[in-house]
């Protein structure tokens, strides 16, 4: 028979804890509520995980540089202050902060304003 966590008390067969109940409970009254999040969001956010994918092998030049491409066409490498891993990073978040910004909805509050003051479109 397997050993219970320390904490755990055994119940006869077909019992369960009243907090199970009152857990699964919750989880019934909270079934009903829309998804919060709303596809066209959700929509962007893959969007910019396919579209922003590391591809082929990275390759280590001259130098100490290293660099591997991104499905979008840009190359991502390290530099003097960053490593690859970080501007793969960077790359992915920012991809994924102007993804999610362009369907936004309306009115939301933004700790970075988008369109950026002074851009144009």
């Known amino acids: 028979m397997p050993s219970?966590?320390?904490?755990?008390?055994?119940?006869?067969?077909?019992?369960?804890?009243?907090?199970h109940?009152?857990?699964?409970?919750?989880?019934?009254?909270?079934a009903e509520l829309p998804v919060p999040v709303s596809a066209p969001m959700r929509h962007a956010k893959?969007?910019?995980?396919?579209?922003?994918?590391?591809?082929?092998?990275?390759c280590v030049g001259a130098g100490g540089?290293?660099?591997?491409?991104?499905?979008?066409?840009?190359?991502?490498?390290?530099?003097p202050g960053w490593?690859?891993?970080?501007?793969?990073?960077?790359?992915?978040?920012?991809?994924?902060?102007l993804a999610l910004s362009a369907v936004a909805p309306e009115g939301i509050p933004r700790l970075v304003p988008h369109p950026a003051p002074g851009a144009t479109a």
């Open 4 to 19: 219970l966590p320390h904490d755990a008390e055994a119940l006869p067969a077909g019992q369960a804890h009243a907090d």
């Open 21 to 30: 109940d009152d857990r699964r409970a919750a989880a019934d009254d909270h």
């Open 46 to 58: 893959v969007r910019a995980f396919t579209d922003h994918t590391t591809v082929g092998q990275v």
């Open 65 to 79: 540089s290293v660099t591997i491409g991104c499905a979008c066409g840009m190359t991502l490498t390290n530099g």
């Open 83 to 97: 490593s690859l891993d970080e501007h793969i990073r960077l790359h992915r978040a920012e991809a994924r902060f």
